[in-house]
């Protein structure tokens, strides 16, 4: 243990930071694309006045756009050049797997390799491309309506040319962002798209910080309160890296093969099956469904009419489902559980994975290869998705009640927010470092050369 903490230590050690300038120019392109991204999001649409945008976008909080305005880092509430950030892609990238997984034609793709997979990434830019455009659409007819009861027009010159001048922004604004998490990706240090989407989350904490101390200031929270918030968070930090990280490893053996010394060796090697296979899905999924009925009462502008059914209905659906109400919170938790089973069975196939198994060669000890291991991986996957669950289930819902009880009405605070922060800073974290393993074992192998060329 003392070895490894060393080795990870030496990695990250500031002298070889140094002499890496192959990974300094990747951090710098990274920073600099981000700072791009965050210019960007300050950049209005044509037609549209921010100050009555956000007069009026304070009067319509608590609704599933504020889920989309936090990983767009604000850009919703400024209605900037990429309001809708990479959310469509994010949606359509979920849409293709979900496809892939149940239509023949596309999971045949998915075996193809490489192939397949470019294939399957080009259907996922078709489908941002069209996702883009049918909710830019939408969005552009809601803002010449929005604020119509209170008497505010956002849209200074409504009509036919503001919605074909907002859907082909907000098109290009989208593309853009997935060109630039590209970039990010090849010429950066990874993960694009989950960078940008973790900056514009990140962008939000100055302001919760900045709303946390100010209720300390004017006496409406404790200063044991804040502290207790601030070591909560941190130890949430600390639950969410233990439980991502945590994976449930399966011994895989493989037939004896003939060592050089000729003796009979079987080769092992391990299945990782991680706890938490659905990711952050589960939680985006709960809380767009339930926070639908209040988005859509609210940005019409006028609540629906109490006289019709329909209307009783989504009024009394608003009274109970805001967030930090009971039923909000057992809902929430409900659909985090059901998403979470749902989403592993469809992104990790057990007969699959039973099969390239028989056909390399490889057996669990104990287990028939084929079926019998197929049933074997859908038990052990059912018993560490519980675990998986759960874990989501309180991180997501702990903040919840924490903001009902605190009154700190804001989503940086969110489980989900706080699992895409972690999860990304940890693979960030994993880049940088196989970067400075890649670059002191080319310094190993330089050496290694001159040596060999001065005897």
Known sequence: MASRADNIASTLNLANFSKATELQRRIWFTVGAL????????????????????????????????????????????????????MPYITASIVVQLSASLHPALA????????GRKKLNQYTRYGAVFLTALQGWFLATGLESYGASSGLQAVVDPGLMFKIGAVISLVGGTMFLLWLGEQITSRGIGNGVSLIIMAGIVAQMPKFFGNLFEQGRTGSLNAFVIIGVIALLMAIVV??????????????????????????????SHL????????????????????????????????????????????????????????????????????????????????????????????????RPGRNTAIYLDYVLTRITVLGAAYITIV?????????????????????????????????????QSHMLAHQYGDLIKKAKLKGRMR
């Open 239 to 268: 639950f969410i890296c233990f439980f991502e990280r945590a994976t449930r490893r399966l011994l895989i053996q493989y037939p004896r093969r003939a060592t050089q010394n000729g003796m009979m060796a079987a080769d092992r």
């Open 35 to 86: 700072i791009v991204f965050r210019f960007l999001s300050f950049v209005p649409l044509p037609g549209v006045n921010p100050l009555i945008l956000e007069t009026l976008y304070s009067k319509t909080q608590g609704g599933v756009l504020d889920i989309f305005n936090t990983f767009s880092g604000g850009s919703l509430q400024r209605m900037s050049l990429i309001a809708l950030g990479v």
């Open 108 to 115: 045949a793709y998915k075996k193809e390799g490489e192939s």
């Open 272 to 367: 990782p099956l991680k706890l938490n296979t659905a990711g952050v899905i589960p939680p985006i999924f709960a809380s767009s469904l339930l926070l639908l009925p209040l988005t859509i009462t609210q940005f019409a502008g006028k609540s629906v009419s109490p006289d019709t059914v329909m209307g009783q209905v989504i009024v009394t659906l608003n009274q109970y489902l805001g967030h930090g109400k009971p039923l909000y919170m057992v809902l929430y938790a409900a659909g985090i559980v059901f998403f979470s089973f749902f989403y592993t069975a469809v992104v990790f196939n057990p007969e699959e994975t039973a099969d390239n198994l028989k056909r390399n060669g490889g057996f669990i000890p104990g287990i």
């Open 396 to 432: 997501c819902v702990l903040p919840e009640w924490i903001m009902a009880e605190t009154g700190m009405g804001t989503l940086f605070f969110g489980g989900t927010s706080l699992l895409i922060v972690v999860n990304v800073t940890v693979d960030t974290i994993t880049q940088i």
